[in-house]
């Protein structure tokens, strides 16, 4: 049983489809957290990248990474989907294995130094067993923004 399901994500991020990457957590600890991205053939990023060959994009695989670690930031944040975690820097990314639909990543981030507005996390995704990325995000809590009607 998921700690949060996509419905609980989305009372914490303000990402919306098809920009929303995570589909649920399954872990939460105060410096950890575990969450699941289901990849499916219905992502649009797989009409380009490419047609005859499917494959998740790198960058995709690091936002996946990002808005896990951003559950984790948002989500003792009161009105958090008003207050967007920017990424602001990426280091050490490796990508060992195409992802490809039909996969399901998990992708844990670990707090390596937090501040009340920033935090580095440090993460991989695996599929199955198998490692296919790994990377060090920094990232910080927006100013509010207000709701567009």
């Known amino acids: ?29 105060p410096d950890r957290i575990v969450g699941i991205k289901n990849v499916t053939i219905n992502e649009p990023f797989f009409i380009g990248h490419f047609p005859a060959y499917p494959v998740m994009p790198g960058v995709m695989i690091v936002e996946s990474m990002a808005q896990v670690a951003g559950v984790l930031i948002l989500k003792d944040i009161p009105d958090s989907k008003n207050r967007p975690v920017l990424l602001t820097s990426i280091k050490e990314a490796k990508f060992r294995k195409p992802v490809v639909p039909g996969d399901t990543l998990r992708i844990e981030m670990k707090v390596l130094r937090r501040r009340s507005n920033a935090a580095l996390m440090a993460g991989q995704a695996k599929v199955g067993d198998t490692l296919v990325a790994e990377a060090e995000v920094m990232c910080v809590l927006g100013d509010p923004v207000t709701p567009q009607a």
């Open 1 to 29: 049983m998921p700690i949060l399901d996509v419905n609980g994500i989305r009372e914490i991020l303000p990402h919306r489809y098809p920009m929303l990457l995570v589909d649920r957590i399954e872990e939460l600890e």
